[in-house]
């Protein structure tokens, strides 16, 4: 119970800074805390002093101990082969525990002593692993390069007394680093790569052969070539290597091997190596320009292969060192034995053989030649390689399927190791086969002891199939190398197909396809889009392979069909390839219009051309127009009585370009622009260049080349506007059209001068006396303003003779100047030009015929029953007597008058390249009155005759002859 006084308790409020007695008790057991602290503190001080101190007692004792244990070591005698093993025992206990802890002087003074005794003792040493191991630690643990090297000194000293060297890992790794990290001089280096080649596979095969790597080796050396051979042979653990490392390790292989004979070892090692290599070599120094020296490599028409083929194989570059080594596999020698291997009849050594050499040709593709000239030379190898392709069951299969291509199923069930020799001695006959038929003529393609003509027929049957077969297959793992086997395979059909075109020994329709449907239509849109994005790409400068954007999913089969037309377009229908052409054009033309068809501003390039300087007034109008040129043109005509009459409707225009290409093209023009072969066939007039080469004139030479590239457009501007041009160029000219990069070969050299070429040929028969009474030499003379000058055909070509060791190099050379390189400035301008009207990838869908027919139609004559299947009548009905009486005129016209008819109505000399059906608008045939006086007249924007309803046949013709031999431009209309 509480009692209650009456009062209650005030709560007191402190107003000073007194504390209270709660605070007072916080802070005293604060302080408590603080001095338990340092009361800690200075006990685990004492204590950490004290354990201090006796460790440092400890290690000046120990290392008292251990310097007097080194002293006693340096100093005890050694009188028999036990103190020395007792010795040794001693240094590996040292090395363990006492070594790595001293100064560098110590050690210095250990390992030097050590070094002394070995070399100095014939005492056999029992615990070798244990010294090894014991140098290796100390190898691994110092940094002193004068300690390092007396390390290495001990170890060679020990190694070099064993015969049976235990594993030692992790030793040649660190021998590496003292090589890679330190300066050493060329004795000390010496001294570590002996170590090494001593302790090879005793310890990691992957730090051993990596050995091969460094850039130290540069002369032979049979020692480490005898231990490669004993140690490392074939295996896959190469697999752990990139490109490079697998490269060097190559090189130096060869260095090592220098000038010994190839062993099978050698053989097994260098195929290992290549097999696993998959990139390209060239050499750091070269670069892109082109070589005008002869190369059998220059010939290859690139045109045709596959563009995978380059984008998925990297590109290794090497210096000059590297590629001298790589050139001994490239050597007869190396490459005679490789072929002796294809030869044995050891599976195995075979196999080894088709590894090796296509993996030398796809390697290092400037030295490829070498190979393939090498396996030209072996009598009867082609015949060899062509019968052992014939007895597999491949070979079978593709010739009998009677198929244009063998399906993916049937080829799954055959032996996979069987398909790989095939395709690997198939790759390596046709890149072999290849190369001779660049540098073969024709006269000598098809000889006995190469491979007879039949068998060639027999062989492009088989590699046809083949083409279509890689195109079109859905599983690409069936074959090795696939991208390089489809490559050479599209080449070489591409090449034979050429040959075929000079020699033709095969029917007209072999090529037509059996079963294999090109939908031109279908294909069309899928081309236009690969166009866009093409050009998408150009104009915004990306660097992607065309065609990879695509806008919606493309069905394989369309994809493979696309291919075809790309690398082997001869197997689609020319009419199907020029409608495609016509199509891309079309296409260009919508891209490129820019105006608005409802407002009919389109924009047009006005030129007043007089027709005595047609091409001048042409070319100063348009020759800075470039691409623009694309646009529609709008020229007046003027003669000498002023303006022509007409109003262009397209007639004028076409009347324009003829009249530019007549003058421009003819040989005796002012310029001199063009000569002509002995079958008048135009090329670019050799004479520019020669006179450039000579430093003469050169401002004019400029001019006329200037007027070379707009000849080029105008061309480009012809076939652009689908007008056919009466001129005709020389195949070895339209090649380069096709393929830009082409170069012509001797065969092509018959077109240029038949003469020329037979007496070439006749040179070969020659006995070498015959030859040097000729007293010919690799050069050749020109005339040039009855002054003479002399130019190499190689440099230094005017000392060199011609005799029978080199001269089919001299053939080659000489052809090589008459057709590229005395044309290649001229072409180069000639095409800048063509190339800005017409896409050169367009063009590469025909070869140089085709193109020819492109340019100016087919037939020299007329197809007088599609002309009249395909005219439009007007005031007349097809059975008047006046239309009667036209077309037994036209029937009785020699071919020239008919085609001065089509021109007078067309303004094209020819018909139309797909018929009169194409003919746009239609050619047609009015009535213009009863006015017999009259002369017959044409609208040729519209391919419109105007013919007066004569009444007697002989009237009629007289007219007709008279208006179409008159040429009096568009006056008569």
């Given at each position: 119970?509480?009692?209650?006084?009456?009062?209650t308790?005030?709560?007191?409020?402190n107003?000073?800074?007194?504390?209270?007695?709660?605070?007072?008790?916080?802070?005293?057991?604060?302080?408590?805390?603080?001095?338990?602290?340092e009361?800690e503190?200075?006990?685990?001080k004492?204590k950490?002093?004290?354990i201090?101190?006796?460790?440092?007692?400890k290690?000046?004792?120990?290392k008292?101990?251990s310097?007097?244990?080194?002293?006693?070591?340096?100093?005890f005698?050694?009188?028999?082969?036990?103190d020395f093993?007792s010795?040794?025992n001693?240094?590996?206990?040292?090395?363990?525990?006492?070594?790595l802890?001293?100064?560098?002087?110590?050690?210095?003074?250990?390992?030097?002593?050590?070094?002394?005794?070995?070399?100095?003792s014939?005492f056999?040493i029992y615990?070798?692993?244990?010294?090894?191991?014991?140098?290796?630690?100390?190898?691994?643990?110092?940094?002193?390069i004068?300690?390092?090297?007396?390390?290495v000194?001990?170890l060679?000293?020990?190694?070099?007394?064993?015969?049976?060297?235990g594993?030692?890992?992790?030793?040649?790794?660190?021998?590496v680093?003292?090589?890679n990290?330190?300066?050493?001089?060329p004795?000390?280096?010496?001294?570590v790569i002996?170590?090494?080649?001593?302790?090879n596979?005793?310890d990691?095969?992957h730090?051993?052969i990596?050995?091969?790597t460094?850039?130290?080796?540069?002369?032979?050396n049979?020692k480490?070539?005898?231990?490669?051979?004993?140690?490392?042979g074939?295996?896959?653990?190469?697999l752990?290597?990139?490109?490079?490392?697998l490269?060097?390790?190559?090189?130096?292989?060869?260095?090592?091997?220098?000038?010994?004979?190839?062993?099978?070892?050698?053989?097994?090692?260098?195929?290992?190596?290549?097999?696993?290599?998959?990139c390209?070599?060239?050499?750091?120094?070269?670069?892109d320009?082109e070589?005008e020296?002869?190369?059998?490599?220059?010939?290859?028409d690139d045109?045709?292969?596959n563009?995978?083929?380059?984008?998925?194989?990297t590109?290794v570059?090497?210096?000059?060192?590297?590629?001298?080594?790589?050139?001994?596999l490239?050597?007869?020698?190396?490459?005679q034995?490789?072929?002796d291997?294809l030869?044995?009849?050891?599976?195995e050594?075979?196999?080894?053989?088709l590894?090796?050499?296509?993996?030398l040709?796809?390697?290092?593709?400037?030295?490829?030649?070498k190979?393939?000239?090498l396996?030209?030379?072996?009598p009867?190898?082609?015949?060899?390689?062509f019968?052992t392709i014939?007895e597999?069951?491949?070979?079978?299969?593709?010739?009998n399927?009677?198929?244009?291509?063998?399906?993916?199923?049937?080829?799954?069930?055959?032996?996979k190791?069987?398909?790989e020799?095939?395709?690997?001695?198939?790759f390596?006959f046709?890149?072999?086969?290849?190369?001779w038929?660049?540098?073969?003529?024709?006269?000598e393609?098809?000889?006995q002891?190469?491979?007879?003509?039949?068998?060639?027929?027999?062989?492009?049957?088989?590699?046809?199939?083949?083409?279509?077969?890689l195109?079109?297959?859905?599983?690409?793992?069936?074959?090795?190398?696939?991208?390089?086997?489809?490559?050479?395979s599209?080449?070489l059909l591409?090449?034979?197909?050429l040959?075929?075109l000079?020699?033709k020994?095969?029917?007209r329709?072999?090529?037509?396809?059996?079963?294999?449907?090109?939908?031109v239509?279908?294909?069309?849109?899928?081309?236009a889009?690969?166009?866009?994005?093409?050009?998408?790409?150009?104009?915004?400068?990306?660097e992607?392979?065309?065609?990879?954007?695509?806008?919606?999913?493309v069905?394989?089969?369309i994809?493979?069909?696309?291919?075809?037309?790309?690398?082997?377009?001869?197997?689609?229908e020319?009419?199907?390839?020029?409608?495609?052409?016509?199509?891309?054009?079309d296409?260009?033309?919508?891209?490129n219009?820019?105006?608005?068809?409802?407002m009919f501003?389109?924009?047009?390039?006005i030129?007043?051309?007089?027709r005595?300087?047609?091409?001048?007034?042409?070319?100063?109008?348009?020759?800075?127009?470039?691409?623009?040129f694309?646009?529609?043109?709008?020229?007046?005509?003027?003669?000498?009585?002023?303006?022509e009459?007409?109003?262009?409707?397209?007639?004028?225009?076409?009347?324009f370009?003829?009249?530019?290409v007549?003058?421009?093209f003819?040989p005796?023009?002012?310029?001199e622009?063009?000569k002509?072969?002995?079958?008048?066939?135009?090329?670019?007039?050799?004479?520019i260049?020669?006179?450039?080469y000579v430093g003469?004139?050169?401002?004019?030479?400029?001019i006329?080349?200037?007027y070379i590239?707009f000849?080029?457009?105008?061309v480009?501007?012809?076939?652009?506007?689908?007008?056919?041009i009466?001129?005709?160029?020389?195949?070895?000219?339209?090649n380069?059209?096709?393929?830009?990069?082409m170069?012509n070969s001797?065969?092509d050299?018959?077109?240029?001068?038949?003469?020329?070429?037979?007496?070439?040929?006749?040179?070969?028969?020659?006995?070498n006396?015959e030859l040097?009474?000729l007293?010919?030499?690799?050069?050749?003379?020109?005339?040039?303003?009855?002054?003479?000058?002399?130019?190499?055909?190689?440099?230094?070509g005017?000392?060199?003779?011609?005799?029978?060791?080199?001269?089919?190099n001299?053939?080659?050379?000489?052809?090589?100047?008459?057709l590229?390189?005395s044309?290649?400035?001229q072409t180069?301008?000639?095409?800048e030009?063509?190339?800005s009207?017409?896409?050169?990838s367009?063009?590469?869908?025909?070869?140089?015929?085709e193109?020819?027919m492109?340019i100016?139609?087919?037939?020299?004559?007329?197809?007088?029953?599609?002309?009249?299947?395909?005219?439009e009548?007007g005031?007349?009905l097809d059975?008047?007597?006046?239309?009667?009486?036209?077309?037994?005129?036209?029937?009785?016209?020699?071919?020239?008058?008919?085609?001065?008819?089509?021109?007078f109505?067309?303004?094209?000399?020819?018909?139309?390249?797909?018929?009169?059906g194409?003919?746009?608008?239609?050619?047609?045939?009015r009535n213009?009155?009863?006015?017999?006086v009259r002369?017959p007249?044409?609208s040729t924007?519209?391919?419109?005759?105007k013919l007066?309803?004569?009444?007697?046949?002989?009237?009629m013709?007289?007219?007709?002859?008279?208006?179409i031999n008159?040429?009096a431009?568009?006056d008569?209309?």
């Amino acid at each position: 119970m509480f009692n209650f006084s009456g009062s209650t308790k005030k709560r007191v409020v402190n107003l000073g800074n007194k504390k209270s007695g709660y605070n007072n008790k916080i802070n005293f057991l604060e302080q408590s805390r603080l001095q338990r602290q340092e009361r800690e503190y200075q006990k685990n001080k004492e204590k950490s002093a004290i354990i201090i101190q006796n460790h440092i007692r400890k290690y000046l004792d120990l290392k008292k101990n251990s310097f007097a244990i080194i002293n006693d070591w340096l100093n005890f005698p050694i009188n028999n082969e036990q103190d020395f093993n007792s010795w040794i025992n001693q240094f590996i206990n040292l090395s363990k525990w006492y070594l790595l802890k001293q100064d560098d002087d110590l050690i210095y003074q250990v390992i030097k002593s050590l070094v002394e005794q070995l070399s100095d003792s014939m005492f056999e040493i029992y615990n070798t692993d244990g010294v090894i191991l014991a140098l290796n630690k100390l190898l691994s643990g110092l940094k002193d390069i004068n300690i390092l090297d007396l390390i290495v000194q001990a170890l060679h000293i020990v190694i070099s007394k064993t015969t049976n060297l235990g594993e030692v890992h992790g030793m040649i790794n660190n021998l590496v680093k003292v090589f890679n990290n330190y300066e050493l001089s060329p004795k000390q280096r010496e001294v570590v790569i002996d170590l090494i080649f001593m302790i090879n596979i005793h310890d990691s095969y992957h730090d051993f052969i990596k050995v091969l790597t460094l850039d130290y080796f540069d002369s032979e050396n049979k020692k480490y070539l005898h231990v490669l051979r004993n140690t490392i042979g074939p295996t896959t653990r190469i697999l752990q290597f990139d490109d490079e490392e697998l490269i060097s390790m190559l090189s130096t292989y060869l260095v090592i091997h220098g000038s010994e004979q190839f062993t099978q070892s050698d053989f097994l090692f260098i195929g290992s190596v290549l097999e696993n290599i998959h990139c390209r070599l060239k050499l750091k120094d070269d670069d892109d320009e082109e070589e005008e020296e002869f190369d059998a490599k220059d010939y290859e028409d690139d045109s045709k292969l596959n563009s995978n083929s380059a984008s998925n194989t990297t590109t290794v570059y090497i210096n000059d060192k590297i590629s001298d080594s790589l050139d001994k596999l490239y050597s007869p020698v190396f490459i005679q034995g490789t072929i002796d291997l294809l030869k044995n009849e050891s599976s195995e050594l075979k196999n080894l053989a088709l590894k090796i050499l296509p993996a030398l040709i796809n390697l290092y593709p400037a030295l490829k030649g070498k190979i393939c000239m090498l396996l030209s030379i072996v009598p009867n190898c082609y015949k060899w390689f062509f019968e052992t392709i014939k007895e597999h069951e491949l070979f079978q299969l593709f010739i009998n399927c009677n198929k244009d291509y063998v399906k993916t199923q049937e080829l799954e069930n055959i032996d996979k190791s069987s398909m790989e020799s095939f395709w690997q001695t198939v790759f390596l006959f046709e890149e072999s086969y290849s190369y001779w038929l660049i540098v073969s003529n024709d006269l000598e393609s098809f000889n006995q002891d190469k491979l007879p003509i039949d068998d060639v027929k027999q062989f492009i049957d088989f590699l046809k199939v083949v083409c279509l077969t890689l195109i079109f297959s859905s599983n690409r793992s069936l074959f090795p190398q696939y991208i390089n086997l489809k490559s050479i395979s599209t080449t070489l059909l591409n090449q034979l197909y050429l040959k075929n075109l000079r020699m033709k020994f095969l029917p007209r329709d072999y090529w037509n396809l059996k079963d294999l449907v090109f939908n031109v239509d279908l294909m069309l849109s899928i081309i236009a889009e690969e166009e866009e994005s093409r050009i998408n790409a150009e104009e915004n400068d990306e660097e992607e392979i065309v065609g990879l954007k695509r806008f919606k999913p493309v069905p394989i089969e369309i994809l493979s069909k696309l291919e075809v037309l790309k690398t082997l377009p001869f197997f689609i229908e020319f009419n199907h390839r020029v409608k495609i052409f016509q199509a891309l054009i079309d296409l260009d033309k919508q891209r490129n219009t820019s105006f608005n068809p409802f407002m009919f501003d389109e924009p047009k390039l006005i030129a007043k051309i007089n027709r005595d300087s047609i091409l001048e007034d042409a070319y100063n109008a348009y020759h800075r127009q470039g691409a623009n040129f694309k646009n529609r043109l709008q020229v007046e005509f003027f003669n000498q009585y002023g303006k022509e009459a007409g109003i262009d409707g397209g007639g004028i225009t076409k009347e324009f370009l003829t009249c530019v290409v007549k003058e421009g093209f003819n040989p005796d023009n002012a310029f001199e622009l063009f000569k002509e072969t002995g079958d008048n066939q135009l090329y670019p007039n050799d004479k520019i260049f020669e006179i450039l080469y000579v430093g003469m004139d050169k401002e004019f030479q400029q001019i006329k080349l200037d007027y070379i590239r707009f000849l080029g457009m105008i061309v480009g501007k012809c076939l652009y506007e689908n007008v056919l041009i009466d001129v005709s160029f020389a195949p070895f000219f339209l090649n380069k059209w096709c393929n830009d990069g082409m170069k012509n070969s001797i065969n092509d050299l018959s077109y240029l001068d038949n003469e020329l070429f037979k007496n070439l040929m006749k040179l070969t028969k020659m006995t070498n006396d015959e030859l040097k009474q000729l007293e010919l030499t690799f050069s050749i003379n020109l005339k040039i303003d009855n002054k003479s000058y002399n130019l190499d055909l190689l440099p230094n070509g005017a000392n060199v003779e011609v005799d029978s060791s080199n001269i089919l190099n001299y053939i080659h050379q000489l052809a090589n100047y008459k057709l590229n390189q005395s044309l290649k400035i001229q072409t180069k301008y000639f095409l800048e030009g063509l190339y800005s009207m017409i896409s050169k990838s367009w063009l590469s869908m025909f070869d140089c015929f085709e193109l020819q027919m492109l340019i100016s139609g087919g037939k020299d004559d007329i197809n007088i029953d599609d002309w009249k299947n395909n005219v439009e009548y007007g005031g007349y009905l097809d059975d008047d007597p006046a239309v009667i009486m036209f077309w037994e005129i036209v029937e009785e016209m020699t071919p020239q008058e008919r085609c001065k008819l089509i021109k007078f109505v067309t303004s094209v000399s020819r018909a139309p390249l797909l018929g009169f059906g194409s003919l746009a608008p239609k050619f047609g045939i009015r009535n213009s009155g009863n006015d017999s006086v009259r002369l017959p007249t044409a609208s040729t924007c519209v391919n419109l005759l105007k013919l007066p309803n004569y009444r007697d046949k002989k009237t009629m013709r007289e007219k007709l002859l008279y208006a179409i031999n008159t040429e009096a431009g568009f006056d008569l209309s």
